[in-house]
C-alpha cells in the first residue's frame, strides 16, 4: 500500500539556526499538508496545498515559517530562524480531492520530530 | 473559530470492557468526523469515519454515533484487547477546503 514519506525523521538543531522537511505525497494526491503536533495535543494544521497552490496557511507563523509545493507533488516545510517553541512533531498527509467516498481521508506520513536547543 | 473538545483526555480500561470518547464540534458546517489511532512513536491512522447523512456506523468492534442537532460524536469500541491502546484523535472537517479540526486526544490504556 502506498504511503506518505517525510524526511528527516528527526532533526536536532540549535535556536536561529535553519531547518527543513520533506514529505512526498501518496502519488494522485492532489492536497498535501503539513500539520504541528505538540506532544499531548492534536495536529494543527499549519498550511494546506491543493496542487501547487495554497488554499490555508492562516495559522503559519509567516514571518519565520514558509511552505512550498512548487510542482505540485513533493513539498518542502521549512523554518528560519528556529525557536525553542518550534519543538514538536511535524506530520505531513495527503488526499484526494473530491467528495466521493473515502476521498475526504487523510493519509498522514510517519512525522518528523524537531528538537530545538 | 471552529474547535473540537475531546473528553476525556486519559481513559483506563480493563481488558475486554468497552470504552467510550467524546467529542464536540463548534461549526455546523461540519459534514465528516474522522477517529485516528496514533500509537506511540507512529504516524496517525484512519480507524473509521462518518458522513453526516449517516446517524451511525460500526466495523467489528468499532462504532462511531453522530448527533448532528447536539454537534456531538462519539466513538466506541467494544470488547477492547490491549493493543487498542494508544491516543485517539477526533476531528470534524467540512465546507470547501476539507480542512481538519482535531480533538486534543484520549490516551486509552487497555489494562490486562
Known amino acids: 500500500e502506498a504511503e506518505v514519506a517525510q524526511s528527516p525523521r528527526y532533526k536536532i538543531t540549535e535556536k536561529s539556526q535553519a531547518v527543513a522537511f520533506w514529505c512526498d505525497p501518496i502519488?494522485?494526491?492532489?492536497?498535501l499538508y503539513w500539520y504541528r503536533q505538540i506532544l499531548g495535543q492534536g495536529p494543527e494544521l499549519l498550511v494546506q496545498?491543493?496542487?501547487?497552490?495554497?488554499?490555508?496557511d492562516s495559522q503559519l507563523p509567516k514571518d519565520r515559517f514558509s511552505a512550498e509545493r512548487l510542482k505540485g507533488v513533493d513539498s518542502t516545510l521549512k523554518i528560519q530562524p528556529a525557536e525553542l517553541g518550534d519543538s514538536a512533531m511535524y506530520l505531513c498527509a495527503s488526499s484526494l480531492e473530491g467528495w466521493r467516498n473515502r476521498e475526504y481521508e487523510q493519509y498522514f506520513g510517519p512525522g518528523t520530530r524537531l528538537t530545538v536547543t | 473559530g471552529e474547535n473540537v473538545e475531546q473528553h476525556p483526555s486519559t481513559l483506563s480500561v480493563q481488558e475486554g470492557d468497552s470504552a467510550v470518547i467524546k467529542c464536540t464540534y463548534s461549526d455546523s458546517a461540519s459534514n465528516y468526523f474522522p477517529w485516528y489511532k496514533q500509537e506511540l512513536g507512529k504516524r496517525p491512522q484512519l480507524i473509521i469515519d462518518i458522513r453526516s447523512n449517516v446517524g451511525e456506523k460500526k466495523d467489528q468492534r468499532i462504532a462511531v454515533t453522530l448527533n448532528k442537532t447536539a454537534k456531538h460524536f462519539s466513538l466506541h469500541i467494544t470488547e477492547t484487547q490491549p493493543e487498542d491502546s494508544a491516543v485517539y484523535f477526533c476531528a470534524a472537517s467540512g465546507g470547501g477546503t476539507y480542512k481538519y479540526i482535531f480533538g486534543t486526544g484520549t490516551r486509552l490504556k487497555v489494562l490486562a
Open positions: 502519488s494522485g494526491h492532489a492536497t
Open positions: 496545498f491543493q496542487d501547487e497552490s495554497v488554499v490555508d
